[in-house]
């Protein structure tokens, strides 16, 4: 009776916090709903122009799945390689742990501000530095010009590896030390000993690192929004962004809801196949 009297209000706040709200985001997702119009039952209709009539869609789509991947692979295995770095435990490794971890408890509003500083086409640092070097006055818009603008915005994320570090060195330092110990007496290099021992054993710590880097590029909005707002036209638009043009600006709650659900569908698939590729339920040791 206690158990079942402490975990009924928490079941009542997820249900009335989380599970009501997304059961009428997918309910919702199969009507046409605008500001001021009325519910309209549709069926899949909304999805079908999604991916059939909607180019700005695709784009948004192509984008998210590009920033994943971008940065489950390249965030995560910069993150590892620095992580088994600061694991040897060299002089001041606590002090550049701590540098890494800047970024992540610095907000996205801030963030946001620096990079349009720092990409500035005046007196941007980086056009400034540029312009040392080649003896020119060299002004370039980075964010808003067509051959430079994705790349920038992914800039902006994607070597800043400070959860991944801290996740991942976490793991690596969790490894008992007779493990590797044994090793060295058998004349193990060190670098075999990362590669063919640590890491092995810290497989699930690094499924853990894919997923935290792929669900967060799935939810990523603040940095987009403030630097380049989806353009220049709309090439740096992802889903979230899209979402929240659709619902704020258009007024079209129904085919926004419906993009709400494409991203908790993504989201769902990202993580069962990262579960899957990295083994998460089995252990080495």
Same mark, same amino acid.
């Given at each position: 009776? =206690?158990? &079942? $009297?402490?975990?009924?209000?928490?079941?009542?706040?997820?249900?009335?916090?989380?599970?009501?709200?997304?059961?009428?985001?997918?309910?919702s997702s199969f009507f046409e709903w605008k500001a001021g119009g009325v519910f309209n039952f549709i069926g899949i209709q909304n999805y079908i122009n999604a991916f059939t009539n909607d180019d700005r869609m695709l784009i948004a789509l192509?984008?998210?799945?590009?920033? %994943?991947?971008?940065? $489950?692979?390249?965030?995560?295995?910069? &993150?590892?390689?620095? /992580?088994?770095?600061?694991?040897?435990?060299?002089?001041?490794?606590?002090?550049?742990?701590? *540098?890494?971890? !800047?970024?992540?408890? %610095?907000?996205? #509003?801030?963030?946001?501000?620096?990079?349009?500083? %720092?990409?500035?086409?005046?007196?941007?640092?980086?056009?400034?530095?540029?312009?040392?070097?080649?003896?020119? $006055?060299?002004?370039?818009?980075?964010?808003?010009?067509?051959?430079?603008?994705?790349?920038?915005?992914?800039?902006?994320?994607?070597?800043?590896? &400070?959860?991944? *570090? *801290?996740?991942?060195?976490?793991?690596?330092? /969790? !490894?008992? =030390?007779?493990?590797?110990? #044994?090793?060295?007496?058998?004349?193990?290099?060190?670098?075999? !000993?990362?590669?063919?021992?640590?890491?092995?054993?810290?497989?699930?710590?690094?499924?853990?690192?894919?997923?935290?880097?792929?669900?967060?590029?799935?939810?990523?909005?603040?940095?987009?929004?403030?630097?380049?707002?989806?353009?220049?036209?709309?090439?740096?638009?992802?889903?979230?962004?899209?979402?929240?043009?659709?619902?704020?600006?258009?007024?079209?709650? &129904?085919?926004?809801?419906?993009?709400?659900? %494409?991203?908790?569908?993504?989201?769902?698939?990202?993580?069962?196949?990262?579960?899957?590729?990295?083994?998460?339920?089995?252990?080495?040791?």
């Amino acid at each position: 009776m =206690e158990t &079942g $009297s402490v975990l009924l209000p928490c079941l009542l706040l997820f249900a009335l916090i989380y599970l009501i709200p997304l059961m009428m985001v997918v309910v919702s997702s199969f009507f046409e709903w605008k500001a001021g119009g009325v519910f309209n039952f549709i069926g899949i209709q909304n999805y079908i122009n999604a991916f059939t009539n909607d180019d700005r869609m695709l784009i948004a789509l192509r984008n998210t799945g590009i920033w %994943v991947l971008l940065q $489950s692979t390249v965030h995560v295995g910069l &993150g590892t390689i620095i /992580a088994f770095m600061l694991a040897r435990k060299m002089r001041g490794w606590k002090v550049l742990r701590t *540098i890494y971890m !800047i970024p992540n408890v %610095v907000s996205a #509003a801030a963030l946001g501000v620096i990079f349009l500083n %720092v990409f500035n086409p005046k007196y941007g640092l980086l056009n400034s530095i540029i312009g040392q070097i080649t003896g020119t $006055s060299f002004q370039k818009n980075w964010f808003f010009e067509e051959n430079s603008a994705f790349m920038t915005v992914t800039w902006s994320w994607l070597l800043y590896t &400070g959860m991944i *570090i *801290i996740v991942v060195l976490a793991g690596i330092l /969790a !490894i008992p =030390e007779d493990v590797t110990e #044994a090793a060295r007496i058998d004349g193990v290099t060190e670098m075999q !000993i990362n590669l063919q021992i640590r890491l092995p054993l810290i497989r699930p710590v690094l499924g853990t690192s894919v997923i935290l880097a792929a669900t967060s590029m799935l939810r990523e909005f603040e940095l987009i929004y403030l630097t380049t707002n989806g353009g220049p036209g709309d090439l740096t638009l992802n889903l979230p962004l899209y979402l929240y043009k659709t619902s704020m600006t258009d007024n079209n709650y &129904g085919y926004a809801n419906m993009m709400g659900v %494409v991203l908790i569908v993504a989201g769902i698939v990202a993580v069962q196949a990262i579960n899957k590729l990295f083994r998460m339920n089995e252990s080495d040791y």
